[in-house]
């Protein structure tokens, strides 16, 4: 029977159910619709207040679109998979927990537990890891941190959701094994380990072999295997405006529409329950568990929460804590001069080079971004961190290939010439409904009252530099553009929830007029754009001002940071993405470092051998010049702490035990899923269970660097492996390692899994377990690493269902899934099914 059909709910949930029977059937139908865009439907007469959601994945941003509300800006999930210590994971579900409190959130929505299956999709930095044991582990100690701390995480996005392309309409098609060994495992671990309270469907669908169907919609993934299988018993909500159906929708399992009040719920479940096409039992079903959300993070009066301790977000050191993970997640990919780390008093004049040195790229684009509670430059954090040495800062490359914001205030007059542009919204017979003077412009205008539907303006714009000059605006939507007198684009197409839901509102391809100035003159711009009423969002108006002047060119630019870097004692060259290559809505079209960044590091190595390399990217790129530099640095998106932890990792106040959550391709021809491109509407997941590291494995493909490599700096010697198998067929590895280095330090100790025999439906390896240990130099420590009987089962599709095949499996210890230093054999004898 299903958990959502079952009469008589547990005896812990009475309380609940009473209450439930004390709501009109109305009340019911309100309360699994959401009230607003990030708050649920308050019902005061039992005593339960709007729940409040925020998206989350690296950080809190809170429920206010006010510029005045600014969150801690974590680093990317990437970054905290790549410390492999689920201790600090421990710590960063503490810092999410008291963010939460801060904003007045209940739910975050996160973490992001969907796989890095490609290196190019578009929210890879928002994901934990390519391995699905790697991805659930930290998520695990991340989510039941948060929630004893009584705030709620919402998992996402159930399920095989990998990719940006077509994201709300395409098919997954996926065996069931693949499903069920891969993609579903971190999502079942978040269930059993963490008793996850809430769950959100993708937007994507889901075709296991015998049910094609949305994920909001996919009963037999929803309610058969995640709520009456596994036992969740929290809340799974829908992503925003992914619900696109009634009865089928809430038949499939889907407790909470999101966002509301509008959408096919409401009227459309009222009328269903009415109608006796969905039964008011499974609405009560609903309804309790939502109530019991509540009751978890003490929405209901009267209703004690229910394990959670509330009391336990104490002073945190917020800032000390993403400090710590920011440094100690970054991965020295190479250093064969021990150039880390750097003795302040070693160097006097550094050349700080490259176009992320000048604009780091902290965060990526879509629902992870944040307002950061401060920011700081790499210059600013060398400084501190150096003291009197001199800093000469250069871009030496182009990296952002979209022209920057126009400087409204300081180069624009309105046509009344009034510092800035006119601004002025319409009705829809053209009507000027409001009149202003914009001089701050954002690029939006946001809640727009509902009458306007397009916003006009216009502008002067001062040209004083001799040179090109690029002048444009981007927008979305109905429009007309035109610059200096010319019509550059112009579209009758009248657009919704799309824009935001593929994020080609966030970057919109400005139309641009490339004028040649020989003296100051000035160009005409009038943009006449449509104000976007989305269904579920607030209203909005997006015009884009854009400014290119004329600069120094690449040529320019990279002569420039050379004769800094042959006059310094040492080069530190950032390198990296930006917001325009990594964001949610669209996924990646190449995995080349964007503009000229790899002409850059090979001029700046010729003029200086001592070079240090730091890569400022979330994921993987191509780092052509990878076996020439002595020394190079993955650094990811750090967060609002970047800069200073960065620096900490340079001076050697903090060890980088960063280690790979993924695979570092060095040709893009190598790579074993290269994009995420749908066809006839369906991403075909063709490589099975061998997903990441496991594909370059089963192709004899060589990487740049492989899953889990990562040097720190010291070295290790792996001495000794013993282990002892458990009465459940778990099996305990005892394992002691050296540090032959001449500092302590901190190792991450892993350990792969083979099958008895060569078998094409397993992998070559997969990894069983891992665990941090920390020596002091030259000094030996022990740790144990328990690899779970879980670890030796696969899905059978012809059962279907799980079983252990007996054998003798090799049990890899080392350093990588290429670095392999122990090995133990263990037996394992398995009934036919486990």
């Known amino acids: 029977m299903s958990l959502d059909t079952a009469i008589q709910p547990p005896t812990a949930d009475r309380p609940l159910t009473d209450l439930t029977a004390a709501l009109s059937l109305e009340e019911k139908v309100r309360l699994v619709v959401g009230a607003g865009l990030w708050s649920t ?31 801690a800006s974590f680093p990317a999930p990437s970054a905290l998979a790549a410390t492999w210590d689920v201790d600090l994971a421990d710590e960063v579900g503490h810092v999410f927990a008291a963010e939460a409190r801060r904003h007045g959130v209940d739910v975050v929505l996160a973490p992001q537990v969907n796989l890095q299956r490609t290196p190019v999709g578009g929210r890879h930095f928002e994901c934990y890891s390519e391995d699905p044991l790697l991805t659930g582990a930290i998520a695990v100690h991340v989510v039941r941190s948060a929630q004893d701390r009584g705030v709620g995480m919402c998992v996402k996005h159930f399920v095989a959701n990998d990719s940006e392309t077509q994201r709300t309409t395409y098919l997954a098609r996926v065996d069931e094994q693949t499903l069920r060994e891969v993609y579903l495992a971190p ?43 596994w036992g969740f018993d929290g809340v799974v909500m829908s992503d925003w405006v992914a619900t696109t159906s009634v009865v089928a929708s809430a038949e499939g399992g889907l407790d909470l529409q999101m966002p509301g009040p ?42 004690e929460p229910s394990g959670a ?37 070693d160097v006097t004049r550094i050349a700080l080079l490259g176009p992320n040195a000048v604009h780091p790229f902290v965060q990526g684009g879509g629902s992870a971004y944040v307002r950061p509670d401060h920011t700081s430059t790499p210059e600013a954090a060398l400084r501190d961190a150096f003291g009197e040495v001199e800093v000469d800062v250069h871009p030496g490359a182009v990296s952002r290939l979209l022209p920057p914001a126009l400087d409204l205030a300081g180069r624009c007059t309105t046509p009344d010439g009034h510092p800035g542009a006119l601004g002025e919204l319409l009705a829809a017979e053209g009507t000027v409904l409001v009149t202003t003077d914009v001089t701050d412009w954002p690029g939006w205008l946001r809640e727009v009252p509902g009458p306007a539907v397009a916003l006009r303006l216009r502008s002067t714009v001062r040209l004083d530099e001799p040179g090109r000059h690029e002048v444009g605006v981007g927008t979305v939507g109905k429009h007309r553009i035109s610059v200096g007198g010319q019509v550059l684009s112009t579209s009758e197409h009248v657009v919704g929830a799309e824009v935001i839901l593929d994020s080609s509102v966030n970057q919109p391809v400005p139309a641009t007029l490339v004028i040649e100035v020989t003296e100051p003159t000035t160009v ?151 994009d995420a491109v749908p066809v006839d509407g369906v991403i075909e997941y063709h490589e099975g269970v061998h997903v990441g590291y496991r594909s370059w494995l089963r192709l004899d493909r060589t990487p740049a660097a492989p899953f889990g490599h990562g040097l720190g700096w010291t ?16 099996v305990v590895l005892d ?67 799980w079983v252990t095949p007996a054998g003798t499996y090799p049990i890899r210890v080392g350093r990588s899934s290429s670095d392999l230093r122990l090995s133990v054999d263990v037996a394992v004898r398995s009934p036919s099914s486990a």
């Open 715 to 730: 070295t290790w010697e792996y001495e000794s492996v013993s282990h002892a198998v458990e009465a459940d067929g778990s």
């Open 262 to 303: 509008d959408g096919p719920w409401g009227d459309g479940l009222l009328d269903a329950v009415r109608s006796g096409a969905v039964s008011e039992e499974l609405l009560d079903a609903k309804v309790l568990r939502l109530l019991r959300l509540a009751q978890r993070v003490g929405a209901l009066d009267g209703v």
């Open 187 to 229: 999502f079942e671990q978040l269930v059993h380990e963490a008793q996850a309270w809430s769950v959100m469907s993708a937007y994507s669908g889901i075709d296991d072999g015998t049910t094609a169907a949305t994920a909001a919609e996919h009963r037999p993934l929803l309610t058969g295997v995640l709520k009456d299988e």
């Open 735 to 801: 394992v002691r390692v050296r540090n032959t280095g001449a500092r302590d330090a901190r190792e991450v100790v892993q350990v792969y899994v083979e099958p008895p025999v060569p078998d094409e439906s397993r992998p070559v390896r997969w990894l069983g377990g891992f665990a941090v240990v920390h020596a002091t130099a030259g000094a030996h420590a022990d740790v144990q690493v328990r690899v779970d009987a879980k670890a030796f089962r696969t899905w059978d599709n012809a059962l279907p269902g």
């Open 524 to 674: 005409e711009i009038d943009a006449l754009v449509q104000v976007v009423h989305p269904v579920g969002y607030a209203s909005f108006a997006r015009a884009e001002l854009v400014h290119r002047v004329p600069g120094t060119s690449p040529d320019e630019l990279l002569a420039v940071a050379v004769d800094a870097a042959a006059a310094a004692d040492l080069a530190i060259v950032v390198v990296g993405t930006n917001e325009e290559i990594e964001s949610e809505g669209y996924d990646r079209t190449s995995l080349a470092l964007p503009g000229t960044q790899d002409q850059l590091v090979k001029a700046a190595l010729a003029a200086n051998p001592r070079t240090i390399v730091v890569v400022n990217a979330g994921a993987p790129v191509l780092l052509p010049w990878l076996d020439e530099v002595p020394c190079v640095l993955w650094a990811w998106l750090g967060g609002q702490e970047w800069p200073d932890a960065l620096a900490d990792v340079l001076t050697g106040i903090t060890e980088p035990t960063g280690r790979l959550p993924w695979t570092l391709p060095a040709h893009e021809s190598d790579v074993p899923v290269p």
């Open 41 to 71: 439907t308050a019902i005061p007469h039992i005593g339960l207040r709007a729940m409040h959601v925020s998206d989350g994945p690296a950080g809190v941003r809170g429920v206010s679109d006010s510029a005045d509300e600014t969150s």
């Open 309 to 345: 301790q509330r009391d336990r977000v104490a002073d945190v050191d917020v800032r000390g804590v993403l400090r710590e993970l920011v440094s100690r997640s970054m991965v020295v990919l190479r250093d064969d001069e021990h150039a880390l780390p750097v003795a302040p008093d």
